[in-house]
């Protein structure tokens, strides 16, 4: 039923991310969303429209976080929505990260710009069943220190999930102590073996060809690496084929990929 038919949430907070991205934090009404770590939802305002977004928390009782870019219609108007204000939600859809095959190998998550958002789910995860996994890493890559996602919560990865966190920007500012570079110069410094890490990829379509190459080049199983792959998409449910590359239906057999399953899908990664 919740396929179909938004059901109404309450938006409990919200919370500014950046000057271009917004967390809120959601509850249904009677039930929990019982997502995995890389589902999203579609989220619908009435009288304007739908739009997917990626569950950013791990899966619990009590709600869930959406990070909201806002670039257009429906984006935007989630912008003006306030503590104690109504969404749509439709989900959770789509498949995430196959948990059976991450755990019990070391983890190397690479989140650039907007991909953290998905990826956080995964990071929570890790922090509240950290002995089910080995080593863990953690790549951030952003445009500029502005437009870094969650970076007050960096600290506590580090701390509370000895989760090696490294950080890097295209172009620093005044006071930035960090890397300045693309993330792929991080993937090398990494001291995890490839073939007993997992790794795991969300960001802008560009990022993909440079990390995949990496990875190739570091000898990483194909097997080992899992894309999170975005596309329009209307339905969420494998019916509309909006979503669809070359037959791949990234709503309902996506938007986590094993990267050896696509590799050979024209267009999948470009
Ligand atoms: C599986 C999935 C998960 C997503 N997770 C998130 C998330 O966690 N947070 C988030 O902020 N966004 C996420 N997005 C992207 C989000 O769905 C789009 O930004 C949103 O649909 C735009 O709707 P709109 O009505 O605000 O913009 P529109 O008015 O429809 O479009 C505004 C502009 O954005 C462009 N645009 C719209 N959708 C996309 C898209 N999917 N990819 C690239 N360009 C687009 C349009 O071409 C146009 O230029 C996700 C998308 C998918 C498919
Ligand atoms: S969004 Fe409709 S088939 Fe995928």
Known sequence: MFDFIPEIANV?????????????????PNRPLGHLPGQFVQVSLPGIGEAPISIASAPGRDGFDLCVRHVGNVTE???????GD???????????????EVMGRNVLIIAGGLGL?????LIQYILYFRAKFKKAAVLVGARSPDALLFSKEYKAWRQDGDIDVRVT???AKAGWKGDVGV???LIPHVPLPPADTVSIVCGPPVMYHYVLRTLSRLHQPQDHIFLSL????KCGTGKCGHCQ??????????????????????????
């Not at 409990?12 to 249904?28: F, G, K, N």
């Not at 108007?77 to 503590?83: D, E, F, H, K, M």
């Not at 969404?87 to 959770?92: A, D, E, K, L, T």
């Not at 958002?117 to 789910?121: E, M, N, T």
């Open 12 to 28: 409990t907070s919200v919370r500014p991310v950046t000057a271009t991205e917004t967390l809120y934090h959601i509850r249904l």
């Open 86 to 100: 109504c969404v749509g939600i439709r989900g959770p859809f789509g498949r995430g990260v196959p948990l059976d």
């Open 169 to 171: 920007v295209d172009v």
């Open 245 to 270: 590359i070359n037959g791949l239906y990234v709503c309902r057999e996506g938007p986590v990929f094993r990267y050896d399953r696509i590799v050979h899908v024209p267009e999948a990664v470009s």
């Open 183 to 185: 993330i792929t110069d």
């Open 117 to 121: 958002a998905p990826l956080r789910s």
């Open 230 to 233: 975005e596309r329009r998409m």
């Open 77 to 83: 108007a989630l912008r003006r929505l306030r503590a």
